[in-house]
């Protein structure tokens, strides 16, 4: 048999396995994981093209930020944007399992107080609109990917070896 | 001193052809990054802790040589021969400093400031359990492992079109 045959019949043996495994905890563990990476990455303060995110640029939402340096979590400062005035949006992100796959979406849950301490206007998945107009931060960065497909591989290896 | 080589070098048995020299660069890579974040070094050691201060930065305490990602996605299989691999990160890659600094210890010095965190290499035994599936005297079982590989990622590619992003539920 010819490389590309025994590939075929390798693709044929597994496709029901392959399905099934589109619905697996096995697979939603890669979703999940995607979604920590991603939220990790934003943290830091980096774009999917991996150069920073777009700086700040109101003196005024700096200095916000500069009294409430506090809330700003564990990697936020002042000055660095990183998606992360009060955590709300980042927080309100989940995962939801598709046929074959999976996506990223910011829930449109309700906002508590904003940074300032005034009465949210929009919903976490507005805000996430909003923001990704001058920001396009919400897409998966190369690393990311691979790490989808290395991850997904793993697992896929192990369909393969069982159905032999 | 010696130029930097981001890079090592593997000697693999002659037997192996290009297809099962590339497919076995693929499992070394993936192992190796893995490995690296899982905290482990080219050893198979501990990595030396962050400073206080970069594990503030990062956010988190536990090492693993991943803060964009980037150094970690940029591992390749950069020449493969008879029985020799070539694995590491091309000289030219913008973060080049960055690879030696962990690799050498030296972060931007001209000698190592602390315990080098070397993450480019493979131990004997993550280099025996791969090739272990390619075994020299059966080359169809080599064929079919190459195969394998190969179709776990045209099918996880084939799922990687179904990811992204939504604007909401």
Redesign the interface.
Known sequence: MK?SE??LK??RD?EKD?AAY?SSSEFELVASN?LI?FI??V??G?LPS?SKINPLESEAYIKLRERNRSKLG??GKPKTSNATATGQMLNAMVY?M???????????TARTAELSGASPKLNN?EVA?YYSEKRAI?????????????N???D??KI??RSK | MAKFKPYFEIDIPKEYGPDERRAIAAEIIDEIIKRTESGLDANGDKFQKYSKEYAKEKGQSNVDLTFSGDMLAQIELLQERSGKLRIGIDPGYEGIGKVEGNVLGTYGNNSPVTKPRNFLGITENELKRITKNYPVDDKAERKQRVAEITTADIVAREILNQVGFDDEA
């Open positions: 490389p025994v590939i390798i693709k597994i392959v589109a995607a990476d990790k990455r943290k830091r980096f991996l564990d990697k939801k598709k046929p074959r796959g999976f996506t990223l979406f910011v829930d449109g998945a609109k919400f897409d998966f960065s190369e690393p990311e990917l691979k790490r989808i497909i290395r997904v591989k793993e896929l290896l393969i070896r």
